[in-house]
């Protein structure tokens, strides 16, 4: 069994129109549906406005440039896998 999460939009009909990637033609599937209304990050945070999330990102990035300026290291110029790496470290640091 797999479980994919997808986002989608009702349109004005109500009607929300799911379309999953499997990748498998001509392959029979059962298929498990559970649906919930999305919440978005904000809500999810407590923040009540767009620039409130908007200050929290901001401060997020000016933190991990700090983080690495002190590493020397230049968040800009990292990979993904870099990035992940120094995030993994930064949270086991004791």
């Known amino acids: 069994m797999q479980s994919i999460t997808l986002?989608?939009?009702a349109g004005q009909d109500g009607v929300l129109k799911i379309e999953v990637p499997i990748g498998k033609p001509?392959?029979?599937w059962e298929?498990?549906?559970v649906i919930h209304p999305a919440t978005s990050?904000?809500?999810?945070?407590?923040?009540?406005?767009d620039s409130e999330?908007?200050?929290l990102v901001n401060y997020g990035n000016e933190q991990i440039h700090k983080v690495c300026a002190e590493r020397k290291l230049n968040w800009d110029t990292l990979n993904e896998e870099a990035r992940i790496k120094l995030i993994d470290e930064i949270l086991h640091e004791v």
């Open 41 to 49: 990050i904000e809500s999810k945070m407590n923040l009540k406005s």
């Open 53 to 55: 999330f908007e200050s």
């Open 7 to 9: 986002h989608s939009h």
């Open 31 to 33: 298929v498990v549906v």
């Open 26 to 28: 001509n392959t029979e």
